[in-house]
């Protein structure tokens, strides 16, 4: 079983749809969680990083941990072509190693 | 643009070869990270660098090694090379002095093995 747990998508949605993506973890040790975007040929970049549980918002997106469900979330509010990416959760415990999801493909038709 | 760079962007080279690939971080971030990235398995760690001392190390094969230089910037080699290392082989830095701290990622190398 793999440390963190992504759905692989694609995800479909139209332009100003909620979008939700998710992650399991198995670790409990982990505390620091992160959402990163990649768009196609580019490096992943930092969206949102939490510590342990409760929620982080900015902009149109939003993050959520429940780390007695071992859970994270990533909320994005009235999406946009432009938010067509793929979407990495990863996190880590105390340690600098990162753990990263598979991703998630994300497709906001316009 | 992060503030990363990596070269060369593209490599093709055959089984059995040794190859280079070079990160250079953001000014001011003491530490370097390596990942590689490939379809099956997704982003992996692979080690990490602080001001030129091996900090933490994920899945890097024996093949593998990695230094960071005086001047910061870093090394991977990849030696003995076999058609499973394809893959695109991503950099990233940060400042490595705070707990809460952004890696900030190169636009990656992308290494055929034919």
């Known amino acids: 079983q793999k440390e963190v747990e992504q759905d692989p998508g694609p995800l479909s949605v139209p332009e100003g749809a909620i979008v939700s993506l998710n992650c399991t973890y198995s670790?409990?040790?982990?505390?620091?969680f992160m959402w990163y975007r990649q768009y196609s040929r580019k490096g992943p970049e930092l969206l949102m990083y939490?510590?342990?549980?409760g929620n982080k918002e900015d902009g149109r997106f939003t993050a959520q941990v429940d780390k007695s469900s071992k859970y994270i979330s990533l909320f994005i509010r009235d999406s946009q072509p432009s938010d067509s990416a793929t979407y990495l959760c990863?996190?880590?415990?105390?340690?600098?190693?990162?753990?990263f999801g598979t991703g998630t493909r994300l497709k906001v038709l316009a | 643009d992060s503030g990363v760079t990596q070269t060369p962007k593209h490599l093709i080279t055959a089984t059995g070869q040794r190859v280079t690939l070079r990160c250079s971080p953001r000014?001011?971030?003491?530490?370097v990270y390596w990942y590689q990235q490939s379809l099956d398995q997704g982003l992996q760690f692979l080690i990490q660098?602080?001001?030129?001392?091996?900090?933490a190390k994920g899945n890097i094969l024996e093949r593998f090694s990695a230094q960071q230089f005086p001047d910061l910037h870093s090394e991977l080699n990849l030696s003995s090379l076999e058609l499973g290392d394809s893959a695109l082989y991503f950099c990233?830095?940060?400042?490595?002095?705070?707990?809460?701290?952004?890696?900030?990622f190169g636009p990656g190398t992308r290494l055929l093995v034919l």
């Open positions: 000014s001011g971030d003491l530490s």
């Open positions: 670790n409990s040790a982990f505390q620091y």
């Open positions: 990233a830095s940060s400042s490595g002095t705070v707990v809460e701290e952004t890696q900030y």
């Open positions: 939490t510590y342990s549980s």
């Open positions: 990863a996190m880590r415990a105390g340690t600098y190693k990162y753990i």
């Open positions: 660098y602080y001001n030129g001392e091996e900090r």
